[in-house]
Every structure is written in C-alpha cells, then in structure tokens.
C-alpha cells in the first residue's frame, strides 16, 4: 500500500469512528434522506495515482461545489467582463444572506455565495434555452469527471424548486436591480439542477485536477483554462469556497477549497493533487464537519497546507 493510501485509509477509519459529525441539511427535503453516516474520500496526484476510502463512489449531491465549474464556464463565455456581475471578496456572511445583497444594491460580493452563483448562471443561461445551459453544465461536467456517466438527480432538483424559497427571494431582488438578463424562473431552473448534479468522490476529485496543475489535467494533457485562470480560481475558493466558515477554513486546512450542502467539499493542493471528501453532516455554515477535520488531518501529515507546514 502506498504511503498516501495508508494516510486516506487511517483517516477514513477515524472518522467513521467519530460520533460528532454534524447535522444533515434539510432545508432541501431531499438531502435530509442521506446517510448522516456516510464517508467518503478521493485524492489523486499529479501522476494520477489515486487513494480512496469509505463511500468513494457513491454519488452524492455536489450542490454548490458545482458553483466552481459555471464560474469556469462563465469565464470562458464572457472572460473578465464577468466581474461586473460579481465581486471578489468574501462575504463573512452565510452562503443564503439577504441583507448584504441589499446593502449592495444587488450586485453579489462573490460568485460562491447563492446571489453570486445565480449571476454566474445567468451569463451562462444568456443565449440558450434553459435547457441546453443545463446540457453544457453536465457535459462540461462528464467531460471533466471522466465519466459519461455523471447524472442529475432529478429528485433533488424538484424538491429545491418546490422549496427552494430562500434562492427565489434573491433572484427576484437581483432582478429588481437589473442584475440579470434572463427570466428568474429559467436562471433558478437551471441554477437548482447543477446543484442537483450526483458525482462521487472519486469523479470528482477528477474533475478538480486541472486546478491543482495550471488549468491541465497532467494526465490527459487537455487544456481546460489558462494557468492565470485556474491561479485566480484557486484564490476565490480559497477566500469565498466557505462562505462565512472561509477564514476557519483556510487557517486549518490551508488549501482552496470549495463545499456544498449535500456535505462534499472540493480541495486542491497546488501542484500536488485534487481531493474529494464526503461526509453529510454539516456545521453551523453549511459546510461539512467531518470533510473538514478529514481535510485538516490529511493536509498536516502530508504536509501540503499552501501556507507551509
Ligand atoms: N442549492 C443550494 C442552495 O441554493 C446550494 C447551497 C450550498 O451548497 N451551500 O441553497
């Protein structure tokens, strides 16, 4: 076994050890049916070798992890002309706040937070029937995942627009402002089902690895976006991918990373790989507990925080 699948395999067994894990969400009915037991973890190196552990490949709902990849597709739409939709700066607030955006006179301080990631969709949507937006969204997807297999889970989808109140809230308001093109009900449409795509870790963790190595998957040699982009990427997952848990996140992982409700979180270690955890229980922000300590404990016996040992 190798050094790095003996790390994952010891962390695995420590967390299912563990009886603190956080509570499921269940704002959107459908998540609250998961697991709160499940566990899962996928590490892959620059040379491809990958170490998993636990329920590596059980999809599970990516949510806003997905928030990652429409901002790389609406960079590659619209280039820096997307940052007069968005801003670049941690919100210190939760991920659903109100109050900022109005503050802010609808413009979202980043594209991670909800009212950020439904501008990102907007440009994204601009030009297409919702439908084909949420079509280049999975593609770009199972392209990235390696795995034409990668699918909507149909049934989160509806049960976020049946619930989804909090999102329609935002987007109305962003509307009301003028910040964005397209029909609220096509944006939230397909903003609620590329939170409803299901990947497992180890999908991905594979999707992730153009940006631990300059915008290229080192074992493809496709190109996904220039280095300066997968750089600045890398960054706002760094600052913003926790919301108001960001800063928490950064001092005890020390990597970019990215989470969702449905428990998975997204990191990358510059360089050296790009990982997938999934544990569903989720602390006060909304970002999952256990992926977090697995992340903390992994990051210092490997030695691989971005902030030196
Ligand atoms: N679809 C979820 C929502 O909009 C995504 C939130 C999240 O994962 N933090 O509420």
């Known amino acids: 076994m190798s050094d790095l699948q003996e790390i994952v395999s010891e962390i695995v067994d420590a967390m299912r050890a563990r009886e603190d894990r956080g509570e499921v969400a269940t704002y959107i009915p459908e998540l609250a049916r998961v697991d709160p037991g499940a566990f899962g973890i996928a590490v892959i190196d620059r040379e491809g070798n990958v170490a998993v552990g636990g329920d590596a490949d059980t999809p599970f709902s990516i949510q806003s992890i997905s928030k990652v990849f429409t901002l790389t597709l609406a960079l590659g739409k619209v280039g820096d002309r997307l940052w007069s939709r968005v801003g670049r700066e941690p919100s210190g607030s939760p991920f659903n706040s109100i109050v900022q955006l109005e503050r802010e006179q609808g ?15 907007d440009v994204i949507v601009s030009g297409h029937q919702p439908r084909e937006a949420l079509g280049e969204i ?20 509806a049960s976020e627009q049946r619930t989804g109140f909090r999102n329609r809230a935002l987007a109305n308001y962003m509307k009301s402002f003028d910040r964005l093109d397209n029909a609220v009900d096509f944006v939230l449409g397909v903003y609620f089902h590329h939170c409803a795509i ?44 926790h919301y108001d848990g960001s800063g928490e996140f950064a001092f005890r992982v020390g990597l ?54």
Do not use: Y
Request: hydrophobic share 45%; aromatic share 6%.
């Open 138 to 157: 999975l593609r770009f997807m199972q392209f990235l995942g390696q795995d034409g297999a990668i699918a909507i889970d149909q049934a989160v989808a």
């Open 256 to 309: 970019p990373g990215k989470s969702g409700v449905g428990g998975g979180i997204l990191a990358i270690a510059p360089g050296k790989a790009s990982i997938a955890v999934w544990s569903p229980g989720l602390d006060p922000s909304g970002n999952s507990h256990l992926g977090r300590i697995a992340l903390e404990e992994l990051t210092r016996r490997l030695g691989w925080s971005i902030f030196g040992m």
């Open 107 to 121: 413009l979202p301080r980043n594209p991670f937070i909800n009212a950020g990631a439904l501008a990102v969709t």
């Open 198 to 241: 299901a990947m497992s870790c180890r999908q991905l963790a594979t999707a992730g690895r153009f940006l631990a190595h300059l915008g290229r998957n080192p074992e493809t040699g496709l190109s996904v976006v220039q280095p300066d982009r997968a750089r600045r990427i890398n960054a706002l997952m760094l600052t913003c991918g």
